[in-house]
């Protein structure tokens, strides 16, 4: 079981370009969750997916931010026309239909110039 | 406003001692998770507690919760340098959205 894996693990991205970030949940995790972490900071919730579904998105900018988890493939996080603000760390979570915890993905560390 | 503050920001000790970590809150909550991030990885579960549960234990770690109070410790014995890391507590509401603090940075000097 490979855990939650999340590519690239580095992405660097000029203004106004856009950034995919995908996360393949563990085996048998039906849930799966988005947070961005700022440098020195805790995590900041983003939105919470199921197969091809959006549960709660209540954490995501109104604009240029998007998220799915389509019934085949990973969860993808776009951002569209990334501005510097947008550099952080994006980490992604799963887990089971029965809830006891998280397991966290390493992260994709975005950084825009 | 964060839902989860642990205190102290930061924490050194050394090799062997005990590190005690923090966390308040402030709504109600399902349940209390601990995590550990080493630097510029992702994050480690290490617990998760109840609101009908005090205590719990896992190795060198122990966790309370005393919900009246609203708040919980992060107790790890014999800490070893390989502890090094931050430690965030977070909590769940009325969903499975989790609610995290800033963390306390602890540094266990060998």
């Known amino acids: 079981n490979a855990g939650v894996m999340q590519n690239p693990r580095h992405l660097v991205r000029r203004r106004g370009q856009e950034a995919r970030l995908r996360c393949s949940p563990m085996?048998?995790?039906?849930?799966v969750y988005w947070y961005r972490q700022l440098p020195e900071e805790g995590l900041k919730f983003m939105v919470y997916?199921?197969?091809?579904?959006?549960?709660?998105e209540s954490g995501m900018p109104k604009e240029r931010f998007s998220a799915e988890f389509p019934k085949e493939g990973p969860s993808i996080l776009r951002i569209q026309q990334v501005v510097r603000g947008d550099s952080a760390a994006y980490f992604c979570?799963?887990?089971?239909?029965?809830?006891?915890?998280?397991?966290f993905g390493s992260g994709t560390r975005l950084t825009v110039v | 406003s964060q839902q989860g503050e642990e205190d102290p920001q930061a924490l050194s000790i050394q090799e062997g001692e005990n590190a005690t970590m923090n966390c308040s809150y402030k709504?109600?909550?399902?349940?209390l998770q601990w995590y550990r991030q080493n630097s510029g990885r992702g994050l480690v579960h290490l617990i998760l507690i109840r609101s009908n549960e005090r205590e719990k234990h896992s190795g060198r770690l122990r966790v309370t919760l005393d919900t009246s109070k609203k708040s919980s410790s992060l107790l790890i014995t014999a800490s070893r340098a390989a502890d090094t890391a931050s430690y965030f507590c977070?909590?769940?509401?009325?969903?499975?959205?989790?609610?995290f603090g800033k963390g306390t940075k602890l540094t266990v000097n060998p």
């Open positions: 997916l199921q197969k091809e579904n959006i549960i709660d």
């Open positions: 979570a799963s887990s089971p239909k029965t809830y006891n915890g998280y397991t």
């Open positions: 977070a909590t769940d509401a009325r969903s499975e959205k989790l609610v």
């Open positions: 085996k048998g995790h039906s849930h």
């Open positions: 709504t109600s909550i399902n349940n």
